[in-house]
């Protein structure tokens, strides 16, 4: 654990720090703005299931408010020509999530934010815990860890955890690798949230969202 302890001090005394601060920031901003806005990030986070974060983005930007009032069709049609890889099953998710926004609504007011994921992971179809967790990130909540493969790929190349026998983690699995992340958060002095975003940059060379 202390060499990658090193590795993120080293990365918290450059200048990747100041990016990942303004990141941070910009997370939070969008945790205040409308539900529709919140609802579009919710529309990212089920995009990069098992495909990428550049590719979300890039769709998301594309998209924009036409995750909001396309038809399935119309969605899982654009999603194509953007190049998702699951088009059709990702325009059905979004479809699902979109009425439940009010649901959505209810879910955030919950102040524990586990229980905010639990929630978002029963009722949003297409939500694992991975996506639950990078969807609060990415609206300024800061506890819980986003286990995607470059993470685990890090955490194995610093013997800190066994190489896992599947790319899709169980919930238990998850939890005992966001028990590891935790301690890694706290020696560190960061939150789990801005811990991601200096991992995935050690293991990635990018920060993206």
């Avoid at 901003?29 to 990212?44: P, Q, R, T």
């Avoid at 974060?53 to 069709?73: N, P, R, T, Y």
């Avoid at 493969?149 to 013997?159: P, S, Y």
């Avoid at 800190?160 to 599947?166: F, G, V």
Wanted: charged fraction near 35%.
């Amino acid at each position: 654990m202390q060499s990658l302890i090193r590795i993120i001090e080293n990365l918290k005394n450059s200048e990747i720090k100041n990016t990942i601060d303004s990141r941070i920031k910009e997370f939070s901003e969008l945790g205040k703005k409308s539900i529709n806005e919140i609802f579009k990030e919710l529309c990212f986070c089920l995009l990069t299931a098992n495909f990428s974060a550049q590719g979300g983005i890039k769709i998301q930007k594309e998209i924009g408010d036409g995750f909001l009032v396309l038809s399935e069709i119309d969605l899982a049609k654009k999603l194509s020509e953007l190049g998702h890889r699951f088009p059709n099953a990702r325009a059905k998710y979004i479809l699902l999530a979109r009425k439940k926004i009010n649901d959505l609504k209810e879910i955030l007011k919950n102040k524990n934010e586990l229980k905010k994921r639990e929630d978002l992971v029963k009722e949003i179809k297409g939500l694992g815990m991975k996506e639950a967790s990078h969807f609060l990130r990415n609206i300024g909540y800061k506890n819980s860890a986003i286990i995607d493969f470059h993470i685990v790929d890090l955490l194995v190349k610093h013997d800190l955890i066994e190489a896992p026998k599947s790319r899709s983690l169980t919930p238990k699995k998850y939890l005992e690798i966001e028990n590891l992340l935790k301690q890694i958060a706290k020696k560190t002095n960061l939150t789990l949230g801005e811990l991601d975003l200096y991992l995935w940059y050690e293991e990635t060379g990018k920060i993206l969202k």
